[in-house]
């Protein structure tokens, strides 16, 4: 069993190893956080650690992982500190988020938050995850700023996916809550749209999940999940698999990827091209139901990083990338 905190250090630990860095354009450079609704200050916002209000509308915002950086990038707002490249970044952040600019992309963003790091920008607002920013940490960055920590899943009993609320509550701490409302309205839009377009997906089974090794695939098991949300928006339903028992995320030995023989739709991640090549030439991997059928969309470690934690700004592709497999069904 893996538990969300370290499924997501380590898928990043491997990314570290063996990625670079994105390539969005050059000519990204930090910016203050002005947006087109400067009034509505103060606000209260929703927090891990409890409600945060804001005074004023924030100039210099520090974010502490990748997927808030997509996240403010769609609503206009590029951070004054952010963390170091880990999973490189998809094709959906090109000539918006530029990580190779170190001056701004700086913040180690696993193994801890170092708070001599973050407040060396001097910020007036740090927006970070749960999965990053534990009680220590908390303690030391409201002392630097008004820190907002979101949620990487969703409560179980909430039907908002997290991309959704999170933006809404970044576009709202920084005086950007039409932008951000506009903005989740519009990937909304195409969600009901690939839903209507695919009416044969209804109540149809979906997997998702990360090769780590040729015998070891680490698969979704909570349906309060990003991923989860996210495909159930489309009318799929999470597939449950034997014996997973209540973790978030189960590991699947080579002897049991046969039960992914009944799913309908797999999204497959592997950590590396070399696995993934290992994997094409595997009878056992070959057989399988879904991957003769076309029905597993085999990705890379930035595409299926990205379905595990879905932002407002990347979703857009994922759709794009989901929909001939979904045509398959």
Avoid: H
Avoid at 115 to 139: C, F, H, N, R, W
Avoid at 247 to 257: G, Q
């Amino acid at each position: 069993m893996v538990k969300r905190r370290q499924m997501v250090g380590l898928m990043s630990g491997i990314v570290l190893l063996t990625a670079g860095c994105s390539s969005g354009a050059g000519s990204e450079t930090p910016q203050t956080a002005t947006g087109s609704a400067g009034g509505g200050f103060p606000v209260t916002l929703p927090s891990v650690n409890g409600p945060i209000t804001i005074d004023k509308q924030p100039q210099r915002v520090v974010l502490l992982n990748d997927q808030l950086v997509e996240t403010a990038a769609a609503i206009g707002l590029t951070p004054i500190g952010g963390p170091k490249p880990g999973t490189p970044l998809g094709p959906w952040a090109d000539g918006k988020i530029d990580q190779q600019n170190s001056a701004v992309y700086a913040i180690p963003p696993f193994d801890g938050i170092p708070a001599e790091k973050v407040a060396g920008y001097t910020p007036d607002l740090i927006i970070g995850s749960d999965y990053q920013v534990d009680a220590a940490t908390y303690a030391k960055l409201k002392k630097i700023a008004p820190t907002v920590v979101l949620a990487l899943n969703t409560d179980d009993n909430a039907e908002v996916p997290t991309w959704q609320s999170s933006a809404l509550t970044i576009g709202k701490a920084t005086g950007r809550a039409d932008r951000a409302r506009q903005v989740v309205d519009q990937v909304l839009a195409k969600i009901a749209r690939v839903k209507r377009d695919n009416p044969q997906i209804a109540g149809k089974t979906v997997q998702l999940g990360n090769f780590l090794s040729s015998s070891e695939f680490v698969c979704t098991n909570s349906d309060s999940a990003s991923s989860a949300l996210f495909l159930r928006s489309l009318g799929l339903r999470l597939a449950k698999l034997p014996g997973a028992g209540s973790e978030p995320r189960v590991v699947l030995s080579k002897e049991r990827f046969t039960d992914l023989n009944d799913v309908d739709l797999v999204i497959m991640g592997s950590s590396s091209p070399e696995l993934a090549a290992k994997l094409a030439k595997d009878p056992i991997f070959s057989r399988l139901t879904p991957v003769r059928k076309k029905t597993a969309d085999q990705v890379d470690l930035t595409w299926v990083t990205a379905y595990n934690i879905p932002t407002v700004l990347s979703i857009p592709a994922l759709l794009d990338d989901l929909e001939p497999y979904l045509q398959r069904l």
